[in-house]
């Protein structure tokens, strides 16, 4: 039985290279953005290295060319909510909206700039059923993570919620699924406990796009709850989200949060408008 199985593996390997070789001659890759096609060494995803460019990560599903336009955030940013100054000279430096009104949040952090390209990859993942990037994507953000919260305590993470209907309509919350990849990329110690349904959004916001950030703020106020106080308690909260525009959605989540006595609660999505 035991040697009929590894039979059957050993003989199983050959097959499905054969088929994915096959598959890939007759459906050849192309670019999830700009259907240009991909040398056929691409490859699939595998886990990565710990070091190395977050954008070619991204190589399985995107050219050269698309991969190229990525911008990874680095400094100098704002040590508080991470907004990265245009100016690519001097030393880290608080901006000058949390000089004038601190964010309720502690730290926010992001991978990416939001840029063109970035807005292309998150809405192929998001909106055009692409939830393999998901893999990828994940992995950025546990870097992110590793690299930014190393020696800080994060008793639990926490992904935006969304409204039930949005997330009945598209089917996955984009910040969970995310999260989803961090317990393959790491040992299983490594990653903070998630907290599912701790956080709720109760109610839809209109949409925040065109709205400025004093606008965003009182729109999006009292669409937060919190379902599970006795988990937020005294605990150090790291909050995540795909995409920071001025920060107002993770502004409430985090006054909700603080509200229901939150000892701290930071912020680290994918990526960040700058
Ligand atoms: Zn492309
Ligand atoms: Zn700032």
Redesign the pocket.
Known sequence: MVAAAAHNGRLRRPVIAALAALRAAVFPARCLHCRRLLPADSGGFEKPAPAGVDRDLLRPYFCSDCRAAVTPVESPL?P????MFKSRAGADH??G??LEQAPSFNMARAALVYDRSAVDIIHCYKYKGKTRLAAPLGTILWRAFVRYWEGRPVDLVLPVPLHRRRLRRRGFNQSDLLLREWQTHSHPSAVPPMGAGVLARTRTAAPQAGLGRRERESNIRGVFTVRRPEQVDGRNILLVDDVITTGATAGECARVLLANGAARVDVLALARVI
């Open positions: 704002c508080r909510c991470g907004i608080l901006c909206r949390c």
